[in-house]
């Protein structure tokens, strides 16, 4: 005799973390396959590396599941989530050595070791172009380009000055500028 479980389907959130709070599995489960490919995408970006974005991913569902208490239901549950999987991407760099004391050498290094691109530079290349990026850049890049944080939140999230925040995203736009000026000069270059 074969069995079946019927997943129940959730179309609200507020119903998922009732059931995540009640400790149903198939609520917990629901929620990781609701968000997981969001979150993924959000932890590689920071981190770079898809092993480590994995890992990052499911240190960040533990602690959605045990954080999940203190949720108040206000504002946007997949933004609490990404905070969570923001600040264990940090946790990871933060533990690198040198995360913040990239020399202009190295950012320079990185901008030379740029050698391809694509006809046209979408959003794909974009995304290569910042993943470049020394971490200490791309990750103060992505919090105020991508995310939305102001330099005080950043430098509060990172442990670090204002100052450094802003400095960080400057040499980032720098770097940036320069890839994309080395991408144009290849496209010309491919194109002749």
């Known amino acids: 005799m074969l069995f079946f479980t019927t997943k129940k389907k959730y179309t ?9 709070l009640e400790g149903k599995r198939v609520a917990q489960e629901a929620l990781y396959q609701r968000y997981s490919a969001t979150m993924f995408a ?5 981190v770079g590396n898809s092993m480590e974005a994995e890992e990052v991913l499911l240190t960040g569902f533990l602690k959605v599941f045990q ?11 997949e933004g609490w989530i990404r905070r969570i999987m923001i600040n264990e991407s940090l946790t990871l760099l933060r533990k690198r050595k040198d995360f913040y004391h990239e020399s202009v050498e190295t950012a320079r290094h990185l901008a030379d070791v740029y050698s391809h691109i694509d006809n046209v530079l979408g ?22 380009a991508v995310e939305g ?9 990172l442990g670090i000055s204002e100052g450094t925040s802003k400095s960080q995203l400057n040499r980032a736009r720098t770097m940036l500028k320069e890839l994309l000026q080395q991408s144009e000069q290849l496209q010309t270059v491919f194109n002749s």
């Open 123 to 144: 959003a794909d290349e974009l995304l290569k172009l910042i993943d470049k990026l020394p971490d200490g850049y791309k990750t103060v890049f992505n919090l105020y």
């Open 42 to 46: 959000t932890c590689l970006r920071y």
């Open 67 to 77: 954080q999940l208490p203190n949720f108040k239901r206000e504002g946007s549950f």
């Open 149 to 157: 944080y102001g330099h005080k939140e950043i430098a509060e999230m």
């Open 12 to 20: 609200e959130d507020a119903d998922l973390i009732t059931d995540c």
